[in-house]
Structures are given as structure tokens and as C-alpha cells.
């Protein structure tokens, strides 16, 4: 009777690519036969690349299949795990450490060599890479505020950079404005409340000032409701996948020592089930509701409107004068101020407002205003030179008053 094995293992066979020596059995023959090539790690991980021979329990091979993956010895050999040492001497304890093992993949793996040459466990993450500050929290403050200061910069290059001139006087401007007001007899309309202090009242009328809602009482109204309900059912037929059974399937796995185990495990099957669904149907229903709403009343409010006169100091139009010329005005008038207390037709000044400039040019025959008080634009004669200075922005921020000529 055939014993039930507990692993299933099947042997790789592979063939020497140095002398062509065809399918040596990978789990005991880890040099060539012929010429001592040693089997390499690219042959094992290649699950494609063997015809497999099965091995059973109780087989000398399974027991050594059992041992799992060969060793790399750092003399170049390759050895059973069945082996603690080496066939050139050295213990797999120190020699194995420079070589590695080879995984179930065929890869060697674990050695100090290979840990120094790949990054695999930063990629698998057990190594974590500091992480860094988030660049943009800190970026985008310091641009804004570096704007910011350059706008500021700008402002102040721009309005104290100061360039020097030479102007010539071409002429000059004035302008002078007076604000007053004319004694006057004023008529208005203002509810009871806010006539004006001094007025006259000449007439009053009852009229309606606005209006204020009054409840008398509630009114019974329907609002339209639509809703869903119930009305019977339709059965829908409907199929679904249901699990029938399982059946046992095999992976294989590669142990790194020329051997291939298929490993079982089980897959579920499936069916497909029809079934039948009772699904609602629904119908809507429309349903007035009653409501109590409130009703209103508009009464009026009514107040006394007043007809007044009054008699107050009334703002006229300002009078202004300006020229282009050297003898300022001021506008004329013909006010008569009030003797004691004011009578219709007064008047009054409020307040008086003047201003000077003087206009220059430069050599390039560009044309500048100076602001300045009527005593020193008096001084500044037609045609005289004068030292100025300008900003950026082309405005004059400094003017000698006197030409050098006349400093003489
Ligand atoms: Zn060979
Ligand atoms: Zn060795």
C-alpha cells in the first residue's frame, strides 16, 4: 500500500550551462558532475526551468529535503542545510555570514554583502526615513512677507530717491475761494415732533404717518401633502453565487535547496442559485391638511404735519477767483454784516481759503508746480534759476527760493 505523504516535494533538475551536462538532481548535486560549475541561485528561482521528479516519505531525499535552504559558503561552494560546515573547512556559523542563505525564491539573502548592497528594508519599511517639515507651512509665509517688504522698499526708493534740477520760472497761478451764508427765511413740513427750534408754525394737517397690523382673528386654510404608501408587491426572479464546495488546489514554493513543494489548499466552489424577491410597490397620495393661519388689519396712524417758516443762515455757492498772473483777488462781494441781530439779506463770511504755485520747467522744457506760502511765491521772479530737487515719481520735494544770480 502507498504511504500518504505529508509534504509533497518534486526535485529540480538542472542542466550545467558551462559543460552541458543535462539534468542533475538540484537537491544533491550542488556541483556539476563533470567539471565542478556550481549550481547558481538564478537556476532555483526559476520555477519553469526543471522537469520535476516527485519524492515521497520515506525517500533518503525527502529526509534531506527537509533540511531547507542551502548555504553559500564564502569559499564560493554551495552546501545542504543538512551541513554545518564547509567541505573547504570553514563553519557555516562564521563562513555563512558573508554569504548569505538562499530563500524560498532562490535568491540569496540575509548576508552581511547583500545588507550593504540593497535598500530592501527601507522599501519593506521596517527602516522609516526621518520624515522632513512640510516645505510649503514655511515657504509661503516668508514669500508674502517678503512681497510685502519689497512692496514697502519700493515705496519708500521711489518717493525718497531725490534727483537734482535745474528750473526755470515760467510763471505763476493763484487761487482764493470764500464760503458764506445769507440770513434767509426758510419753509419746511415736519410731523409734530421734529419741527426745527425757532420755527414758526403757519399751518397743521392731520395725515397718516403709517400703518400698524392688527390680528382680528384666524382663517382655516388647506395645504396640498403628497406622500408614499404601500400598494402590493411584484415577485422579481434573481440568481445569486452561492458556495457549492471546495476543492483542493496546490501552490508550489520553492525552498531554496532544489526542491519544489506543492502545498494544498483549498478553493471554494461556486454555484449560481436563482431565488425569487418580493420587491413593495408604491403608489402617491395626495392629501390636503388643514391649517390655522392668522389674519391681519392695516390701521393707520395718524400725526399732525406742521407747516413752518423759519429764519436761519442759509450755506451759499463758495465764490472762487483764480488766474495765471501775479496780483491775486480775492472774489468781490458786497456783504453787509449783521448789526446786532440779523435780519433777512444778511450775510457773513465762514471762511477764507488760498493757495499759490509757481510753475517751472527744466532743461527738457517738462513743466513742474511748486505749492507754496503767497509770501516766498512772491519772490520768485520770471526767468530767475533755481536748484530743485525731485523724487522718482517726478514731484518737487525741495526748491531753493532764492536764484544763485541774485545771491550775490
Ligand atoms: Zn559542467
Ligand atoms: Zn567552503
Known amino acids: 500500500m502507498a504511504k500518504k505523504p ?12 558551462n559543460c ?15 567539471c565542478g560549475q556550481v549550481l547558481s541561485d538564478d537556476f532555483l528561482g526559476d520555477l519553469n526551468y526543471n522537469e520535476q521528479v516527485f519524492l515521497a516519505e ?54 552581511i554583502i547583500d545588507w550593504y548592497q540593497d535598500d530592501s528594508q527601507l522599501k519593506a519599511g521596517t527602516v522609516k526615513k526621518k520624515p522632513g517639515p512640510d516645505i510649503r507651512k514655511i515657504l509661503v509665509p516668508m514669500i508674502v512677507i517678503a512681497l510685502i517688504l519689497g512692496l514697502i522698499g519700493l515705496f519708500r526708493f521711489i518717493s525718497e530717491t531725490k534727483i537734482d534740477v535745474e528750473l526755470t520760472v515760467t510763471g505763476h497761478r493763484w487761487e482764493r475761494a470764500i464760503d458764506w451764508e445769507r440770513f434767509e427765511l426758510v419753509k419746511g413740513e415736519a410731523w409734530e415732533d421734529e419741527v426745527p427750534e425757532g420755527a414758526r408754525i403757519t399751518s397743521k394737517s392731520r395725515e397718516i404717518f403709517g400703518y400698524k397690523k392688527v390680528q382680528t382673528g384666524t382663517e382655516i386654510v388647506y395645504r396640498q401633502e403628497t406622500r408614499k404608501v404601500e400598494d402590493g408587491y411584484d415577485l422579481v426572479e434573481k440568481t445569486r453565487q452561492v458556495i457549492a464546495g471546495y476543492e483542493t488546489k496546490y501552490r508550489q514554493e520553492r525552498q531554496g535547496n532544489g526542491v519544489i513543494e506543492d502545498v494544498p489548499y483549498q478553493e471554494a ?13 408604491y403608489k402617491e397620495i395626495t392629501e390636503s391638511i388643514p391649517y390655522e393661519e392668522p389674519v391681519y388689519r392695516d390701521d393707520p396712524i395718524y400725526k399732525y404735519k406742521n407747516h413752518y417758516e423759519l429764519e436761519t443762515w442759509v450755506k451759499m455757492e463758495t465764490l472762487k477767483a483764480a488766474q495765471e498772473n501775479r496780483s491775486p483777488l480775492w472774489p468781490k462781494t458786497d456783504f453787509t454784516a449783521p448789526q446786532g441781530a440779523p435780519i433777512i439779506g444778511d450775510t457773513r463770511i465762514m471762511a477764507k481759503t488760498e493757495s499759490y504755485q509757481v510753475l517751472l520747467t527744466d532743461g527738457n522744457n517738462k513743466e513742474y508746480l511748486w505749492n507754496c506760502p503767497q509770501n516766498q511765491w512772491e519772490g520768485f521772479e520770471p526767468g530767475s534759476q533755481h536748484q530743485a530737487q525731485k523724487n522718482l515719481a517726478g514731484h518737487l520735494v525741495s526748491i531753493e527760493d532764492q536764484s544763485p544770480s541774485d545771491s550775490r
Open 58 to 111: 520515506g525517500d533518503p531525499l525527502y529526509e534531506l529535503a527537509m533540511y531547507g535552504p542551502d548555504w553559500l559558503c564564502s569559499c564560493g561552494r554551495r552546501n545542504s542545510g543538512r551541513y554545518s560546515s564547509c567541505e573547504c573547512g570553514a563553519e557555516r556559523e562564521t563562513s555563512e555570514k558573508g554569504r548569505g542563505r538562499v530563500d524560498k525564491n532562490g535568491k540569496t539573502t540575509g548576508g
Open 20 to 34: 552541458g551536462n543535462k539534468g542533475m538532481n538540484a537537491l544533491f548535486y550542488k556541483e556539476c558532475t563533470q
Open 6 to 17: 505529508g509534504r509533497i516535494f518534486k526535485i529540480q533538475l538542472w542542466d550545467c550551462p
Open 269 to 281: 466552489v461556486y454555484k449560481t442559485e436563482s431565488y425569487t424577491e418580493k420587491l413593495p410597490r
